[in-house]
């Protein structure tokens, strides 16, 4: 069966990094665009950023543009999101999520587009 799992969540203090990984298994990776969402307490769910099926696209949401980065290395079925000047309203679950090439009616920055999703990964960030 599908497999996301995230990891490298943590800690960290306002203006810190991290960087998050999400391994798949059991389905052709090179064939998915991957997306990343987040979810803080009390809140939605809320769109990340995504990157094509070979990485030459990648969208972004405004909140997150110019701090963040996502990346994939097909060859090792894992997609990344780099976090950079991380704020405290960054605190929330991370998502990453699978969207198969044959699934075309929504965007790709909508969750309703993915079909696989991992647990999530914790990433707090102290002021």
């Known amino acids: 069966q599908v497999q996301l799992v995230e990891s490298g969540g943590g800690l960290v203090q306002a203006g810190g990094s991290l960087r998050l990984s999400c391994a798949a298994s059991?389905?052709?990776?090179?064939?998915?665009?991957m997306g990343w969402f987040r979810q803080a307490p009390g809140k939605e769910r809320e769109f990340v950023g995504f990157?094509?099926?070979?990485?030459?696209?990648?969208n972004y949401a405004d909140s997150v543009k110019g701090r963040f980065t996502i990346s994939r290395d097909n060859a090792k079925n894992t997609v990344y999101l780099q976090m950079s000047s991380l704020q405290p309203e960054d605190t929330a679950v991370y998502y990453c999520?699978?969207?198969?090439?044959?699934?075309?009616?929504?965007?790709?920055?909508?969750?309703?587009?993915?079909?696989?999703w991992g647990q999530g990964t914790q990433v707090t960030v102290s002021s």
């Open positions: 059991g389905l052709t990776f090179s064939s998915n665009t």
């Open positions: 990157i094509s099926w070979n990485g030459s696209n990648t």
């Open positions: 999520a699978a969207k198969p090439s044959t699934r075309t009616w929504y965007s790709p920055s909508y969750s309703a587009a993915y079909a696989y």
